[in-house]
């Protein structure tokens, strides 16, 4: 059976780094694609960042753009996502997803990924 654990939430202060961590199990073959995903309570899901595991293309939201970095371990099994420079704003429930294939959507739509981890709190005080 396919999982994704994430590890790695916490509370920061602003201005300060966390780094989130996805480990993957029973996976057949490569993903397509991973994602990292947060939600605010009251709000739909928020595509963060993704990278393309076959050509290493990473992709990021706007809001987080230049601030957080995804990268994977791919002998490990595992996806990052280091935070740097956060901010209240950033404080949410944090989501590894994985598309199994490509499904012709964008990397930050939730439909684009078949497997979801449990989600971790980030919570960023002022």
């Known amino acids: 059976q396919v999982q994704l654990v994430e590890q790695g939430g916490g509370s920061v202060q602003a201005g300060g780094s966390l780094r989130l961590s996805c480990v993957a199990s029973?996976?057949?073959?490569?993903?397509?694609?991973l994602g990292w995903f947060r939600r605010t309570p009251g709000s739909e899901r928020e595509g963060v960042a993704a990278?393309?595991?076959?050509?290493?293309?990473?992709e990021y939201s706007s809001s987080v753009k230049g601030r957080f970095t995804v990268s994977r371990d791919s002998a490990e099994h595992t996806l990052y996502l280091q935070m740097n420079s956060l901010t209240p704003e950033d404080t949410a429930m944090y989501y590894c997803?994985?598309?199994?294939?490509?499904?012709?959507?964008?990397?930050?739509?939730?439909?684009?990924?078949?497997?979801w981890g449990q989600g971790t709190q980030v919570t960023v005080s002022s």
């Open positions: 997803a994985a598309a199994l294939y490509d499904d012709g959507g964008s990397w930050y739509e939730e439909a684009e990924y078949h497997l």
């Open positions: 029973g996976y057949a073959r490569t993903p397509f694609a």
């Open positions: 990278i393309y595991t076959g050509s290493g293309v990473t």
